[in-house]
């Protein structure tokens, strides 16, 4: 049982190019998320999804898409970078179908991500 | 909308002391989470401890455990026995419903002296 896995860890990007970060989980759960965290404010919910082939906007969706075509996977794509999107981008899931805590979050170890 | 509030950016303890970090949140609703998570240099989300709004009693989990105020909207995080493993930063979270959106504080910045 890996929990939450993203990759890459780290990535440099120069400004109109794009990448997908990925992110995957092998506990069944259904909801799964995408945060980014800059200095001095917390994390911000970027996408999220409520199952496979559910997906709707958080708190700042602009210059990302993502899409869950499976239970497990939710990447995260962007279609041109910009240097605003240097942030640490984290992944998050929780609600397993029965049992257990199901409103709590496991986090993935993050992607720092450098646009220059 | 909900907003969670970390006023304390840094924070210093002695190792084998005890320490409080304080977190308030504002909201409407009756029915709700709340969460510590520890990030230390690793960057690692880890939860500490989660609270259930309709229970009294407060959460407590091993050298962790919070002070639930529901009336003050308080949910402070005591750290018992510091130890040096415990230097991190430490966001308060709250969430409304499952499947719901985390809202974080700002965090705290907690150094652990020898």
């Known amino acids: 049982n890996a929990g939450v896995t993203q990759t890459p860890k780290f990535q440099v990007l120069k400004t109109g190019q794009s990448m997908t970060l990925q992110c995957a989980q092998d506990m069944n759960h259904e909801y799964m998320s995408w945060y980014r965290q800059d200095p001095g404010m917390g994390l911000r919910l970027i996408h999220y999804?409520?199952?496979?082939?559910?997906?709707d906007q958080g708190e700042v969706p602009n210059g990302y898409n993502v899409s869950r075509s499976t239970t497990e996977d939710f990447p995260l794509r962007l279609l041109s970078a910009a240097p605003s999107q240097t942030s640490v981008y984290f992944c998050?899931?929780?609600?397993?179908?029965?049992?257990?805590?199901?409103?709590?979050?496991?986090f993935g170890p993050g992607t720092r991500l450098l646009v220059l | 909308a909900q907003t969670v509030t970390q006023s304390q950016p840094e924070m210093s303890v002695q190792e084998a002391e005890t320490v409080t970090l304080s977190c308030t949140y504002d909201t409407s609703e009756n029915n709700y989470y709340l969460f510590w998570y520890k990030q230390p240099p690793s960057r690692q989300m880890i939860l500490v401890i989660r609270?259930?709004?309709?229970?009294?009693q407060n959460a407590t989990e091993n050298r962790f455990s919070v002070n639930f105020q529901k009336a003050a909207k308080s949910f402070s995080l005591k750290i018992s026995d510091s130890q040096l493993g415990d230097t991190a930063m430490y966001f308060c979270a709250f969430l409304l419903n499952r499947g719901d959106k985390l809202t974080f504080g700002t965090g705290t910045r907690l150094a652990v002296r020898p």
């Open positions: 998050a899931s929780s609600y397993p179908p029965s049992g257990g805590a199901t409103e709590t979050q496991y």
């Open positions: 999804s409520v199952g496979a082939g559910i997906t």
């Open positions: 609270q259930e709004a309709y229970k009294q």
